[in-house]
T-cell receptor
Framework: AQSVTQLGSHVSVSEGALVLLRCNYS??????LFWYVQYPNQGLQLLLKYTTGATLVKGINGFEAEFKKSETSFHLTKPSAHMSDAAEYFC?????????????FGTGTKLQVIP | KAGVTQTPRYLIKTRGQQVTLSCSPI?????VSWYQQTPGQGLQFLFE???????NKGNFPGRFSGRQFSNSRSEMNVSTLELGDSALYLC??????????????FGSGTRLTVV
């Protein structure tokens, strides 16, 4: 079984400030971890993913996330928020390995960027 | 390369009617998954198709059904619509055979409103 918890359904930051969106997961097997972004009336776009290897993962638009196994976390960060970062962000987990695996998404965090 | 195409973008239906939504995956992608997104429930998995076969199914009533054609295009059908079926329906395609290794590519969704 697997699950994803995103702490904070709404996060507000000032333009230029650090963005930190939290994601904790639960998985009985080593997971693949993902962050997606959704702009209004759009589908989800993949920001970054962790499968294996380096635990610090860099994605698009200046975002990065670090896989911390001991903390079962995969928090998303960006050093300096931009107005265009305002969107909803989803963390997702999938089991590694073959076969037909279902992906589990978190409930999302809406990021507001204040000018 | 064209993205995932969902049609129509918007639909308004009356309770009791049925509806069919269409999804064309990225060329070469053979796995198609469907999600229902609502403000209260977030993203909920409906089903996944690969090679015209349903591989995974979420916890939705039998009114929700789908199929996949030999060209990987997929349709989902909802019969006897209820007000609670109002949602954004997202289709996602994946390169890998039923695995999530490469992440999903999402379409922009179909916004269904049931009145």
């Amino acid at each position: 079984a697997q699950s994803v918890t995103q702490l904070g359904s709404h996060v507000s930051v000032s333009e230029g400030a650090l963005v930190l969106l939290r994601c904790n997961y639960s998985s009985s097997v080593p997971p693949y971890l993902f962050w997606y972004v959704q702009y209004p009336n759009q589908g989800l776009q993949l920001l970054l993913k962790y499968t294996t290897g380096a635990t610090l993962v860099k994605g698009i638009n200046g975002f990065e996330a670090e896989f911390k196994k001991s903390e079962t976390s995969f928090h998303l960060t960006k050093p300096s928020a931009h107005m265009s970062d305002a969107a909803e962000y989803f963390c997702a987990v999938s089991p590694q390995g073959g076969g037909y695996q279902k992906v589990t998404f978190g409930t999302g965090t809406k990021l507001q960027v204040i000018p | 390369k064209a993205g995932v195409t969902q049609t129509p973008r918007y639909l308004i239906k009356t309770r009791g009617q049925q509806v069919t939504l269409s999804c064309s995956p990225i060329s070469g992608h053979r796995s198609v998954s469907w999600y229902q997104q609502t403000p209260g429930q977030g993203l909920q998995f409906l089903f996944e198709y690969f090679s015209e076969t349903q591989r995974n199914k979420g916890n939705f009533p039998g009114r929700f059904s789908g199929r996949q054609f030999s060209n990987s295009r997929s349709e989902m059908n909802v019969s006897t619509l209820e007000l609670g079926d109002s949602a954004l329906y997202l289709c996602a395609s994946s390169l890998a055979e039923g695995q999530f290794t490469y992440g999903y590519t999402f379409g922009s969704g179909t916004r269904l409103t049931v009145v």
